[in-house]
């Protein structure tokens, strides 16, 4: 669920739900997602390109020990194939895939699947992407031609020379057109930098703006088999303080490039034509799927040609006849929809099955055994089959909810926490990264700094403690004072806690006694106990937990018929003392200070019969 942010992984998993004609759910299996359920209720496993096996851990030990015992067909997509290509292939020989979806072309299957190392495994090459049905169905965009704001519009990234001349050509196609469009004074809207990246909707908007779109050829011909080719990479950018460019690189890659042609069409190519957008991309092969001239306006990359190609921008009826050939070629014809694509999967997926031996009914297989007590991180990370693939927004506030499990823990915090939590920042960046450009993950000075930033600040609040915890006891000092006075509410109880390791001030205001609030570390269990619904008389009672995390303020509101509340309306109404509170610790708040990243995120604690007592809302 870490790329589903991009349309076209989105389009590529809704499209096989709907066309494939099986009943299909979505399943997260990356970041140490738990699988906590038997797959053997299902008929086929197909495991997405964006749960890259290329790269150690980063695919859940959970979700390869479930698929290593699952009895039906294992079907795996491939793309980027070029990274740590033996990882890959020792990965498909121990799950023991019996499809591989590879974005390789069929002549060279061989070379980087031989059938010797792969004998039940069958390779079907496919292209990254197909046309989607919403943008079947758009029809034409409403601006003409001749009306569209943009002359020409690209968007690119620069990722070094480690990828070869094919990964050059999509900087470089960019940067050069952008130079000779401002030297003739022709408006453009050409960027390469991560900050410029169009997602979601957006990017067929962007599309239908602009005259012509600029292309080029996707993929790497050069296979990193072991690594070697990217540790390289990584000496270099090193010792240069910088990114090799490819001419630097090419004298270490040149002889691998000339191994293999990838070449492959980009989703790119399918969206200009539904939307009638007509490209220009530099001359190649393009899955052999378009011709130059025919369906695009070829691009030398010498651009030697340059002054003709911007006079065939300004021939608008000869455009429009070009766009109208490549829509009919590639969309109209329905030979590279995503329906076309599913008949032939679900072709190789029947002569599969057909061929996968006999084994037990579903009664008979084992289900899986669940512990009857599972620690917070583990209930946070088990997952579950749901209908649509889950959103980047519910991964981040997943990690951000570990992290607070990690700083709220019943123990004190250890060093393994501070480490889980920066590992916990690192992979929320690469995962991001990952998914929207690589050339940002070759700028990790960001993510750094902040890592730096965090344990210094753990060094700093460890040394705050005491004066906090002097600051609670004078506070309930004064407390014990007020309730000897009789000046407080007779029923009223404060729970309180220092947090062990951001040095958060946390604790609980109730109305209602309970013993059970002798700490804070209970108030989780005096919540799920519904401790706080002795008087059922009066059902309006309220429990409030603030929890202070030095800059930030963060209130959670619970109440015991389940409802949410006004938060500012009813704490002001029922709790004063919690106001006086929220006052002094504003009074003393270090503005300095931030820790956005680890959040006073609280999941519901479920008893008895499943059911949380209260409702938290922030």
């Known amino acids: 669920m870490t790329s589903t942010h991009v349309q076209t992984t989105l389009d590529y998993m809704l499209m096989l739900k709907r066309h494939l004609g099986y009943e299909t759910e979505f399943l997260h299996v990356t970041h140490d997602a738990i699988t906590d359920f038997d797959l053997n209720r299902y008929d086929i496993v197909f495991q997405n390109y964006c749960a890259r096996m290329c790269f150690p851990g980063y695919v859940s030990r959970s979700f390869i020990g479930a698929l290593r015992g699952f009895h039906g067909l294992k079907v795996l997509a491939v793309q980027d194939e070029y990274d740590n290509t033996n990882l890959l292939r020792a990965a498909i020989r121990d799950v023991g895939y019996h499809v591989v979806l590879t974005c390789v072309p069929k002549s060279s299957i061989e070379r980087i699947y031989p059938r010797a190392e792969f004998p039940h495994t069958r390779f079907v090459s496919v292209f990254t992407g197909y046309v989607p049905d919403g943008l079947v169905a758009s029809g034409a965009p409403s601006i003409p031609l001749a009306q569209r704001p943009i002359f020409i519009g690209y968007r690119g990234r620069d990722i070094g020379g480690r990828y ?45 703006r602009c005259r012509a779109m600029l292309g080029s050829e996707s993929g790497s011909n050069v296979f990193d088999y072991d690594g070697s080719i990217e ?3 990584r000496r270099m950018k090193a010792a240069m303080g910088r990114a090799p460019s490819y001419a630097e690189f090419a004298p270490y890659i040149r002889d691998r490039e000339l191994e293999i042609e990838m070449g492959q069409i980009s989703p790119r190519v399918f969206e200009c034509a539904a939307l009638r957008t007509p490209m220009v991309l530099f001359r190649g092969r393009y899955s052999d799927a378009i011709e130059p001239g025919e369906h695009y306006i070829a691009l030398e990359k010498d651009f030697s040609n340059v002054d003709d190609v911007l006079a065939k921008l300004r021939d608008i009826p000869a455009l429009e006849a070009m766009v109208e050939r490549a829509h009919a070629h590639l969309v109209a014809s329905g030979s590279f929809s995503y329906a076309s694509y599913c008949a032939k999967l679900r072709m190789h997926f029947e002569a599969a099955l057909r061929a996968l031996p006999a084994c037990a009914g579903a009664a008979d297989r084992p289900a899986v055994r669940r512990r009857w007590w599972r620690s917070r991180r583990t209930r946070i990370l088990e997952e579950h089959p749901t209908e649509q693939p889950k959103t980047l927004a519910r991964f981040r506030a997943k990690q ?21 939590a920066k590992r916990r920042i690192l992979a929320i960046h690469a995962a991001t990264l990952q998914s929207v450009g690589r050339a940002a993950c070759e700028k990790p000075d960001a993510v750094s700094a902040h890592l730096a930033r965090l344990e ?14 002097a600051r609670l006891e004078a506070l309930s000092a004064r407390e014990r004072e007020a309730r000897d006075a009789g000046r407080e509410d007779e029923h009223c109880v404060l729970a309180r806690e220092i947090d062990r390791l951001t040095g958060a001030w946390l604790f609980a205001h109730s109305r209602l ?29 309220l ?16 109440r015991t018929n389940g409802s949410r509340l006004a938060l500012a309306k009813e704490v002001v109404r029922r709790s004063p003392v919690l106001l006086r509170l ?37």
């Open 513 to 541: 006694f309970s013993s059970a609030l002798g700490s804070f570390d209970h108030l989780y269990e005096a919540v799920a106990a519904d401790c706080f619904a002795a008087h059922r008389a009066k059902p309006g009672r």
């Open 400 to 420: 951000n909810l570990l992290t607070a499990v990690a700083c709220l823990g019943t123990r004190p915090a250890s060093i393994e926490d501070l480490e889980d």
């Open 164 to 208: 070869g001349r094919l990964a050059f050509d999509k900087f470089e196609i960019g940067r050069r057109m952008k130079e000779e469009c401002d030297r003739r004074g022709i408006a453009t809207d050409i960027a390469m930098d991560e900050a410029s990246r169009i997602y979601g909707t957006a990017w067929y908007e962007f599309i239908g």
């Open 231 to 233: 540790a390289r990479y």
């Open 456 to 469: 210094q600040l753990v060094a700093e609040i460890g040394a705050r403690r005491r004066d906090y915890q």
């Open 543 to 558: 429990a409030a937990m603030l929890g202070w995390q030095l800059k930030r303020i963060t209130l959670f509101v619970a």
């Open 582 to 618: 929220v006052g002094a610790i504003f009074a003393m708040c270090p503005a300095r200070y931030d820790l956005a990243p680890i959040g006073s995120i609280l999941s519901p604690w479920r008893r008895g019969r499943g059911q949380s007592s209260g409702e938290w809302g922030s």
